[in-house]
């Protein structure tokens, strides 16, 4: 499978339980039965989780700060929060201070897998790129500023 598309997860119900896997197992991974016996077994995929950020306009979006979720993620996983804008354009503070990566150069394999957090509705676009604009121009977002216990993307 490509690195940019996240397999689907796999939902099916057996003794008794709701079992989700990334492929349906010859055997129940609950009770060890033969899954080929099994009556109205009807596995279906879940909706994708994740989203591409820029392919996700004017949302606030979520990635673990290093590799991905499902390879690297774990409960102390630092987490990255960015911004897009209409165009898919990714908006981040990090340590070289506040930037804005248009859409056609960010690094997919970073920003390929994000949890959306938050998409404004269309008629509010132009309020939130305007608002982004203002973010952006702003002198107090620069590198010399960043902190990555107190002034950081979560900030």
């Not at 397999?7 to 009770?31: E, G, L, W």
């Not at 099994?38 to 596995?43: S, T």
């Not at 804008?85 to 908006?91: E, K, L, P, R, T």
Request: charged share 20%; aromatic share 10%.
């Amino acid at each position: 499978m490509p690195p940019d598309i996240d397999p689907d997860i796999i939902c099916f119900k057996h003794c008794k339980s709701n079992i989700f896997t990334f492929t349906v197992p010859n055997h129940c991974p609950k009770c060890n039965q033969p899954l080929t016996e099994a009556e109205n077994l009807c596995p279906f995929a879940l909706p994708p989780i994740f989203v591409n950020a820029t392919q996700t306009p004017c949302a606030v979006i979520l990635r673990p700060s290093t590799g991905d979720f499902w390879s690297d993620f774990h409960n102390t996983t630092n987490l990255h929060i960015a911004l897009t804008d209409a165009d898919g354009s990714i908006v981040e503070f990090d340590q070289p201070g506040l930037t804005r990566t248009v859409a056609r150069r960010v690094d997919r394999s970073r920003w390929g897998q994000c949890l959306l957090i938050l998409q404004v509705p269309e008629s509010w676009q132009y309020e939130w790129e305007q608002q982004l604009q203002h973010v952006v121009e702003d002198r107090g977002w620069r590198h010399r500023k960043y902190d990555e216990d107190r002034l950081n993307c979560f900030s």
